[in-house]
Structure formats: structure tokens, C-alpha cells
């Protein structure tokens, strides 16, 4: 094993290029991961690059379920986790008994499914949506009857832009952006007062609602680095505020609360790469026809809706 993060580096970017893998890493990750990707970006960005990608196999630096959507959209190409024990909360907070019974109460309800769940969980699901285009889709399905999960937070953001959709929520969501409340936001404005206050749609609506901008992961990125504001209050996982400071080195950047660190982003290490690309750690996705062509409906629909 090569000793300094340097020498590893080499050896994974040696590797990956050998066997012709593309390593595709969530923005969450560390700044010694995304330096090694082949492409790093939000959960919406990630799997349309992975669709497209002519690589023979995906190794994805990130959590579960977004190695998943990987498999659900290349299913004849290998995906790799690189840290198998890399899960999200979220994803895995309510399962297909649950919704199927939901569903029995509201069947005229279309289930839009936020890509943070399991595949298992959009086999059942109607439309699949990303924190970057869930307004965009909600607004476009031909229904105005929506009952959206997991997350209650994105959910109520989306409800509010479009009034004219009944939108049903079930109490979900990210437990990392949840956790941030709306006295940090005003402690945080008082000690940086110039900054601009960019915020994820998993944070609580109160939050959202005091906030100068919401987006995605990519959204947020995007916003400071265009902005014209010298300082930002970055409500979204911590290593963002990381990226954009060594990205923009003129500007400043603060974490809106010291809750914002999502550990299970944070499991996946160099050595878990180099190792998943020697075939000595990684799991390899295995998700059954039927489970891949059920979620593969629903991912679908998004792409078709224009997601
Ligand atoms: P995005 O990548 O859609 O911004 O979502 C954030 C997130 O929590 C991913 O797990
Ligand atoms: Fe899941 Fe929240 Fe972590 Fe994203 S930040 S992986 S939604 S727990």
C-alpha cells in the first residue's frame, strides 16, 4: 500500500485508468477523494453522468443509494461502493410495506419518490425527483394529487412553489439538515452580517424560509461562486463550505452549524478506494431484474418529465 495521500492518489488515478473504471464521487466527499473523481457533483448530476459514461465499470464515492441508481441506469456495467457501509439515514427510513399501505389511502395520489430512498422503495414509487429538479418534475406531472417521500422538508419546499398541487407529506427526512435550526441562522447572520445565507431543501422550513437562496448541492456551489457577496453561510454538509474555500480563495465560507457533518459521507476513505480497485474491499451492486426494471420505471419518468 503506497504510504503518502500523493502516492496513493497516483495508484488509484493508475488503476482506474488501467481497468478503465470511472470513479464518480458525491460533492459531500473529502477534497483528497473528489481530486481522484472522474466526475463529482450532486446526486442529480452524478447519475446523469453516469448514464452516459462509456466506462466498463462505476465506483462510487458516496452513500448506497446512489450507487444504486448507477446500477438501476447501467445495469450491465459492475458498480462499486466503495465504502459498503456507507448508508443514508434517510434512504432507508421507510420501506415498501409502509408506502404500499399509504398508498391504499390515497390511490388517486401520484408517489413521487426523492432519489435519497432505496431502489427497492421506487419499484413502487411513480416519479423519481433530486433535490435540483424536484420543482421543475412535481410541476410537470399531470396530476395535481402528489403524496412525496421521504423527506417533509423537501416536500413543503416544493409544495410551497406550487401552490396549486396538494402535496401530502409523511414525516421523513435528512437528520443531518433537520438538526440545523433557526436560532444558529440568526447567530450566524449577527457575527457575519455581509454573508449571504445559502441553504439545502432538506433543512427545516423555517430555515429555508430565513435563508437568501435554496438549492441543491450544485445550486448552492454555483450561487457562491457566481455571487457577487464576499462572505457565505453555507447550510448544507460541511465540506462544502471546505470545496468553496479552496475553490474561491477570495471569498470567505462558514458551515451555518456545526451539525452539518453527515458521517456516513464521511466513511469513505482513499485506502477504501484504492482497495475497492484492487478487489480487496467495495461491494459490488447486485439488484435483481425485477427490482432494476421497477426502479428503472421510475427514474424514467423523471428523465421523461425532463429531469
Ligand atoms: P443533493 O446531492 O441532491 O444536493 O443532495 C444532498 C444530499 O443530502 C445527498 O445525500
Ligand atoms: Fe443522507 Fe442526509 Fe447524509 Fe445526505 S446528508 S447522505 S441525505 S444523511
Known amino acids: ?25 458525491h460533492s459531500y466527499q473529502a ?18 453522468h453516469a448514464a452516459k459514461a462509456p466506462n466498463r465499470a462505476f ?24 465504502n459498503p457501509a456507507a448508508g443514508c439515514p434517510m434512504a ?12 391504499a389511502q390515497y390511490p388517486d395520489y401520484t408517489v413521487v419518490a426523492y432519489i435519497n430512498t ?16 424536484a420543482v421543475q418534475i412535481v410541476r410537470a406531472i399531470d396530476n395535481n394529487k402528489i403524496l412525496f417521500i421521504p423527506d417533509c422538508n423537501l416536500g413543503d ?22 438538526a440545523v435550526n433557526l436560532g ?12 449571504a445565507v445559502l441553504v439545502h431543501p432538506e433543512c427545516t422550513p423555517d430555515v429555508v424560509a430565513a435563508a437568501d437562496y435554496v438549492g441543491s448541492t450544485s445550486g448552492i456551489m454555483e450561487r457562491a461562486k457566481s455571487g457577487g457577496e464576499g462572505e457565505y453561510i453555507i447550510g448544507t454538509e460541511m465540506s462544502i463550505a471546505e470545496h468553496l474555500q479552496y475553490i474561491c480563495p477570495n471569498k470567505r465560507f462558514y458551515p451555518l452549524s456545526k451539525k452539518l457533518l453527515c458521517p456516513n459521507m464521511k466513511l469513505t476513505t482513499l485506502p477504501d478506494v484504492l482497495n475497492a480497485l484492487t478487489g480487496g474491499g467495495g461491494e459490488e451492486i447486485c439488484l435483481s431484474g425485477e427490482t432494476l426494471r421497477d426502479a428503472r420505471r421510475c427514474i424514467d419518468a423523471m428523465i421523461a418529465l425532463g429531469g
Open 184 to 195: 444558529e441562522l440568526e447567530a450566524m447572520r449577527l457575527a457575519h452580517p455581509g454573508a
Open 157 to 178: 419546499y416544493v409544495a410551497r412553489q406550487i401552490p396549486g398541487k396538494t402535496v401530502k407529506l409523511l414525516q421523513g427526512g435528512c437528520p443531518i439538515h433537520a
Open 59 to 82: 465506483l462510487m464515492c458516496g452513500v448506497r443509494f446512489m450507487a444504486e441508481t448507477v446500477k438501476i441506469l447501467s445495469p450491465e456495467k459492475r458498480v462499486i461502493l466503495a
Open 31 to 48: 477534497r483528497e477523494i473528489v481530486e481522484i473523481a472522474d466526475f463529482a457533483g450532486d446526486s442529480y448530476a452524478l447519475s446523469v
Open 92 to 103: 432507508e427510513q421507510m420501506d415498501k410495506e409502509l408506502i404500499l399501505a399509504v398508498k
Open 118 to 133: 432505496t431502489a427497492e422503495l421506487k419499484t413502487i414509487c411513480d416519479v423519481c425527483v433530486t433535490s435540483s429538479s
Open 1 to 25: 500500500m503506497p504510504q503518502t495521500i500523493a502516492q496513493m492518489q497516483e495508484e488509484i488515478l493508475r488503476i482506474k485508468r488501467e481497468q478503465d473504471v470511472c470513479v464518480l464521487a
